[in-house]
């Protein structure tokens, strides 16, 4: 079983920055397939990025690509979102998932952590 717990959020003005972290922890030492995922105001959740096992490939929805970073370190149990040039529209509740494979849906992922707010304003 494993747990995940983000951190990074916070209110940063638009073409800011902000680093997400997500640390995963449990019973069993094991690496996964991680995924970042957000849900803004009166809208669904939406994938933003994954990331495989090892950290060779990484997917990005359109919105995000070119501003975006996702990057893992695996001795640290660690995945982390690196966000830059920030729009209103990216403000979310950004969650963190883990997985056994590489997916754009939510439904590919065994774990998930509670979320943590990003709020980017005008």
């Known amino acids: 079983q494993v747990q995940l717990l983000e951190s990074g959020g916070g209110l940063v003005q638009a073409g800011g920055s902000l680093r997400l972290s997500c640390a995963a922890s449990?019973?069993?030492?094991?690496?996964?397939?991680m995924g970042w995922f957000r849900r803004a105001p009166g809208k669904d959740r939406e994938f933003v990025a994954a990331?495989?096992?090892?950290?060779?490939?990484?997917e990005y929805t359109d919105s995000v690509k070119g501003r975006f970073t996702i990057s893992r370190d695996n001795a640290k149990n660690t995945v982390y979102l690196q966000m830059n040039s920030l729009k209103p529209d990216d403000t979310a509740v950004y969650y963190c998932?883990?997985?056994?494979?590489?997916?754009?849906?939510?439904?590919?992922?065994?774990?998930w952590g509670r979320g943590t707010q990003v709020t980017v304003s005008s």
């Open positions: 449990g019973h069993t030492p094991i690496s996964y397939t």
């Open positions: 998932a883990a997985g056994l494979i590489m997916a754009l849906i939510p439904q590919g992922y065994d774990y």
């Open positions: 990331i495989s096992l090892t950290g060779g490939n990484t």
